[in-house]
C-alpha cells in the first residue's frame, strides 16, 4: 500500500502572466529549479520527470538542461490538462516500487500568449476521429461539451446559476488573499457574477477558467528522504486515477468511479478532510465534483456552496483556496496540486488552521491525491 | 469567414455517413446482440462482436440537452452568434449531437420534440439536423 511512504517534498511555480515572454521549456526549467530549491534535493538526484502528454517540453530537453546523468523513471499521460494528479499517482507508485528515487512532475504552458485551449488550438481535431460527429455542430472547444454535460445536470439536479455563481464568488475571495493571483486585486460579487455575459450558455465569463502563460513543478520522493530536509512535507496518503469510461451517465463526473477506490485507498472518509481543491475548468464542476466525490449528496453541492460552505472564512469545508482556475491561473491542475501541498505544510495565504488531510482533484475525477502533513 | 469543420469519415464510420447522403439516419447496431450504439465503434461493448448493422431511425427525438454559444471563441462562429448546439435524444434510444434549423436559440428547451432533416454540405457530405416535430419541413 502507498499509503504516506511517498511524499511532495517541494513545489515551484514561476509568475502566472498573459505573456510570459519566454518559451514554454524556460517556464518549466525555472519552475523546476524552484521546486528542488524548496524540497532540498540537489538537483543531480533526480532520477524520474513525469508530463503532460499536451506539455511541449519533452524530457529529454528537460533532461539534458538539468545537467541529469540518469533518467530511470519517465512518462507522459494523454487527455489534455486533466492529468496532474494521474502523473503524481504514477510517479508515486515509481518510488514506492523502487523504480526512481526522485520524480519531478513539471508543466510549462504560454496558455494565453501561445497556443490557447479555450479556443480549442491544442484539443481541436478538424472533424476528424470523435470530432466528426461533434465539431461540424459547433462543439469546438473542451468549453462547449462540459456545458453540454452541465446544463443536462442542472435539469437533473436542479443546480441554479446563482450555486454556479457563488463558486466564482468564493474563489475569488481566496483568490483576493493571494498576491500570485492573477485576480488577487479585483473583487467579485454574485451581482457581478449574474450580470456578466454568457460565454457558451450556460457558463457565464466568470464560470469559465482563465488563460495563463506559466510553470509549474512537484518534487515527489519517499517521505522518509523529504523529511530529511527538515522542511515541513506533505505525504501522500492516497493517489489514484479514473480513465474516460464509456458506459457511465451522462451527468457523472469520472468521480463517481474513481471515489470508492480512493476513499478505500485512504481508510478515511470524506467528513476526514479538512482542505480541498479541485479541478475548476469551468465553475459548475466544483459542485459536481464535491457530490460525486461524496462530500455531500447529489443535489446538495449547490446549495452548500451558495451557503458560504466552501469559503475559507467561516465555510465548512473551505475550497480551491489559491483561487482556483478561475481567479489565481490557469496551470491545468498544477496549482491546485501546489496549493493543496501548501495547506498540508501550513503555508497557504488562505490557510486552514490545523489541517491534516489535504484533499487534490484535477479532473473532476481523472485523478486525485489526498495528501497528510507530515 | 472560417467554417465549422466538416466530419471526415473514417473506415470505421463511412455507413452513417453513406446513409445520410442517401437521405436516411442509420445508427449502428450489433449484429449480435442488437445493442444501438453511436458514434459508430469497431466492437459491441456488450459482447464483442464486429459485425455490424445500420438499423434505420426514425428521426424523432427529443432535445436532452443543448447549449448556446454567444461568444464567438472560434473563428467558425465568428458570423453565427448566438449558436445553438443540441444533443437530441432519438425515440430509439441513442444521442446525436446537432443543430436546430427552425428555432431561435432562446427557444430551445430540453424535452423539445424534433425530427430530423438533411442538410447537403459537399458531395461527400450530408449532415443530420433537425427541426421542431410537427413543424412543416423549411421550404415544404
Ligand atoms: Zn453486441
Given at each position: ?158 443546480t441554479t446559476e446563482r450555486q454556479i ?46 488563460e495563463t502563460d506559466g510553470g509549474g ?158 | ?14 455507413p452513417f455517413w453513406d446513409s445520410l ?120
Amino acid at each position: 500500500m502507498l499509503r504516506n511512504a511517498v511524499a511532495i517534498a517541494g513545489v515551484g511555480e514561476t509568475d502566472y502572466s498573459a505573456n510570459s515572454g519566454r518559451s514554454e521549456l524556460v517556464l518549466a526549467l525555472q519552475a523546476i529549479d524552484t521546486a528542488l530549491a524548496d524540497a532540498g534535493v540537489e538537483p543531480d538526484a533526480v532520477d524520474g520527470l513525469m508530463r503532460w502528454s499536451v506539455d511541449t517540453s519533452a524530457e529529454g530537453e528537460i533532461a539534458a538542461n538539468l545537467g541529469m546523468r540518469n533518467l530511470a523513471w519517465f512518462g507522459e499521460i494523454s487527455q489534455a490538462g486533466n492529468v496532474g494528479a494521474a502523473l503524481v499517482t504514477a510517479a508515486a507508485a515509481a518510488i514506492h516500487a523502487g523504480l526512481a528515487n526522485v520524480v519531478v512532475v513539471y508543466r510549462g504552458v504560454n496558455g494565453r500568449s501561445g497556443r490557447r485551449y479555450g479556443r480549442g488550438d491544442v484539443t481541436g481535431r478538424g472533424g476528424r476521429g470523435g470530432g466528426a460527429f461533434t465539431e461540424p455542430f459547433g462543439v469546438l472547444t473542451p468549453q462547449h461539451g462540459l456545458a453540454m454535460q452541465t446544463r443536462r445536470r442542472m435539469h437533473e439536479l436542479g443546480t441554479t446559476e446563482r450555486q454556479i455563481g457563488m463558486v466564482a464568488v468564493t474563489e475569488r475571495a481566496h483568490a483576493n488573499r493571494n498576491p500570485r493571483a492573477t485576480f488577487y486585486e479585483r473583487a467579485l460579487t454574485i451581482d457581478d457574477y449574474l450580470g456578466s455575459r454568457y460565454v457558451v450558455e450556460p457558463f457565464r465569463l466568470f464560470a469559465c477558467c482563465l488563460e495563463t502563460d506559466g510553470g509549474g513543478a512537484l518534487v515527489l520522493t519517499s517521505t522518509e528522504r523529504a523529511r530529511a530536509s527538515g522542511r515541513p512535507v506533505a505525504m501522500i496518503r492516497a493517489a489514484a486515477m479514473s480513465g474516460f469510461a464509456g458506459e457511465r451517465e451522462y451527468i457523472d463526473t469520472s468521480a463517481v468511479a474513481l471515489a470508492p477506490r480512493l476513499w478505500a485507498q485512504a481508510g478515511v472518509a470524506p467528513s476526514d478532510v479538512d482542505v480541498v481543491q479541485i479541478y475548476d475548468h469551468f465553475a459548475p464542476f466544483v459542485i459536481f465534483a464535491l457530490e460525486d466525490y461524496g462530500f455531500v449528496e447529489r443535489g446538495d453541492g449547490g446549495p452548500f456552496v451558495e451557503s458560504g460552505g466552501a469559503m475559507w472564512d467561516g465555510g465548512a469545508l473551505p475550497v480551491n483556496t489559491s483561487g482556483g482556475h478561475l481567479s489565481e491561473a490557469y496551470l491545468q491542475g498544477m496549482n491546485q496540486l501546489i496549493e493543496g501541498v501548501r495547506q498540508a505544510r501550513g503555508e497557504s495565504t488562505a490557510q486552514v488552521a490545523g489541517a491534516q488531510l489535504s484533499f487534490v482533484d484535477t479532473g473532476v475525477g481523472t485523478g486525485a491525491v489526498i495528501l497528510e502533513r507530515g | 469567414m472560417a467554417e465549422l469543420p466538416l466530419p471526415v469519415p473514417s473506415e470505421d464510420n463511412q455507413p452513417f455517413w453513406d446513409s445520410l447522403r442517401a437521405g436516411e439516419l442509420r445508427i449502428q447496431r450489433c449484429a449480435r446482440c442488437g445493442t444501438l450504439r453511436h458514434p459508430p465503434r469497431p466492437m459491441c461493448a456488450r459482447c464483442h462482436a464486429f459485425e455490424v448493422e445500420w438499423a434505420p431511425m426514425s428521426g424523432r427525438g427529443t432535445v436532452y440537452s443543448y447549449i448556446v454559444t454567444h461568444q464567438p471563441i472560434h473563428p467558425a462562429l465568428v458570423d453565427r452568434v448566438p449558436f445553438a448546439t443540441v444533443l437530441v435524444e432519438l425515440e430509439e434510444g441513442p444521442r446525436i449531437t446537432s443543430n436546430l434549423v427552425d428555432v431561435p436559440p432562446a427557444e430551445v428547451a430540453i424535452g423539445l420534440g424534433v425530427q430530423v432533416v438533411f442538410e447537403w454540405a459537399s458531395d461527400e457530405i450530408t449532415l443530420p439536423l433537425f427541426r421542431r416535430a410537427g413543424a412543416a419541413p423549411p421550404g415544404a
